[in-house]
């Protein structure tokens, strides 16, 4: 294995919690008399709340402070991680891993908050001791800024990292932070063809990605 650390995104990477967001985000907008558009929430995934919430405003025409819709949007999510559920081969790449003694941490737009909650329904949460959040720097993903804190923490050279992303913003963040992006798209996803056409390392799933690392050994 030739990386020093891998970094893992969590909400539609490692758990099934993209459509939840998605769910609570048309809800949000629902209630203030407005249509959702699905493709138009798709197109937020991987986003910053603050990013998500300015590009609502501006769809929807949503007058609603961003402060006050931002804590609703997390409030709902929140509400909704009791159901959340891991994504097939998630335990088995943070054990194959954690066996080669590798470094591993979760790097995530959501808050620490949201990132705890998550965590605590997994029962590989214990495989991922380092957790970090967009809260922790100045901006979020797309800007590289929290993959290159969470190298700086973990003491590794950035350009020897391996990230695993879903979305556009995440992969473009490891990108830019100098880290070798193996992307994992979702179909319903209006950023498909282009995560795949950004990012050459593309899979559909984490047990590909599992025979992909275990065939470098």
């Excluded at 919690?17 to 937020?44: A, D, I, Q, T």
């Excluded at 194959?96 to 590989?124: F, G």
């Excluded at 830019?176 to 996803?189: F, V």
Aim: charged share 20%; aromatic share 8%.
């Amino acid at each position: 294995m030739q990386f020093q650390a891998v970094f893992f995104d969590m909400d539609g990477t490692l758990i099934n919690s993209e459509m939840l967001w998605k769910e609570v985000e048309m809800s949000l907008v629902s209630k203030r008399g407005f249509k959702p558009e699905l493709n138009f929430h798709l197109s937020l995934t991987g986003a910053v709340v603050s990013d998500s919430i300015s590009a609502m405003k501006k769809r929807y025409g949503i007058s609603d402070a961003p402060e006050l819709l931002a804590k609703e949007l997390e409030e709902g999510v929140l509400d909704k991680l009791a159901t959340v559920s891991s994504l097939p081969y998630a335990e088995e790449i943070l054990s194959y891993l954690t066996a080669r003694q590798i470094p591993i941490a979760l790097v995530s737009n959501s808050s620490h908050k949201v990132i705890e909650t998550s965590l605590s329904k997994q029962a590989w949460q214990h495989l991922i001791p380092k957790r970090f959040s967009a809260d922790d720097v100045a901006f979020g993903k797309p800007a590289p800024d929290v993959y290159l804190y969470a190298a700086k923490s973990l003491g590794v050279e950035a350009s020897k990292c391996l990230v695993l992303e879903d979305s556009l913003n995440g992969a473009r963040a490891a990108r830019a932070a100098n880290m070798t992006c193996y992307a994992l798209p979702h179909s319903q996803d209006p950023s498909f063809a282009q995560i795949k056409q950004e990012n050459p390392q593309h899979f559909h799933d984490l047990a590909e990605v599992l025979n992909y690392l275990i065939s470098l050994d």
